[in-house]
Structures are given as structure tokens and as C-alpha cells.
């Protein structure tokens, strides 16, 4: 089983970044993919999900309006794409897979990871 993402971004405040997790050895609409994000120095925060079966997602409060999540079935890939990034928003960015209804989770519970996406936020 894999979550692959793609590379680091660079972006200036105000601009778009959008980042994705290819799944494979999986069936990729039997787990809900979560996005977690940690910024330098700080912990885990869970941003929301999508259901890739239906494609029904839960935002974390923080980030509505501002986060949109989407998956695509004919190639298992699942994207995160956040707008109007400021420099608060520079992190590492997750893909997590799980079965569990419960959110957000802790990080132990994910049954897959993906290697994470740096993002930096820097005019």
C-alpha cells in the first residue's frame, strides 16, 4: 500500500497551491483520505476529508471557505488546493488514509501515511 504525493511547492502570499495523494494497493473508495498539516515547530493539525466513494467532505472550521478537497476514482488520486495562502500557511502537508467514521483522529489511528508535501509560503 501507498499514499504518494507530489513535490514541494513554492508560492507567494495570496496565490493557490494545490497538492495530491495517489493511492495504489488499496481500494481507493473503501477508506477516507484525511489532510493533516504540520507547520515548523508545531504539531499535527487535522484539516478535514474527503469520502473518495461519494465524494463527501468534512472541513475543519478553520479552514472554510479557504480549502477545497477533491478525489478522483479513475486514477485513486486525492487533492488538496488552498487559496489565499499566507505565510502562516507554510507546513508540511499529509494525505491519511482511514476506515474510522470518528474525526479528526489521532495520528496513530491512520492505517496509511503519505510522505508528506512541503509547502512554503514566501514572498
Same mark, same amino acid.
Given at each position: 500500500v %501507498? !499514499?504518494?504525493q507530489s513535490g514541494a511547492e513554492l508560492r507567494n502570499p495570496g496565490a493557490s497551491v494545490k497538492v495530491s495523494c495517489k493511492a495504489s494497493g488499496y481500494t481507493f473508495t473503501s477508506y477516507y483520505i484525511d489532510w493533516v498539516r504540520q507547520a515548523p &515547530? %508545531? &504539531?499535527l493539525e487535522?484539516? &478535514?476529508r474527503i469520502d473518495p466513494e461519494d465524494g463527501g467532505t468534512k472541513y475543519a472550521q478553520k479552514f472554510q471557505g479557504r480549502v477545497t478537497f477533491s478525489a478522483d476514482t479513475s486514477t485513486s488520486t486525492a487533492y488538496v488546493e488552498l487559496?489565499? !495562502?499566507r505565510s502562516e500557511d507554510t507546513a508540511v502537508y499529509y494525505c491519511?488514509?482511514?476506515q474510522s467514521i470518528a474525526v479528526p483522529l489521532s495520528a496513530n489511528l491512520y492505517d496509511y501515511w503519505g510522505q508528506g508535501t512541503q509547502v512554503t509560503v514566501s514572498s
Open positions: %501507498q !499514499l504518494v &515547530g %508545531q &504539531g487535522w484539516m &478535514g487559496s489565499s !495562502l491519511a488514509a482511514s
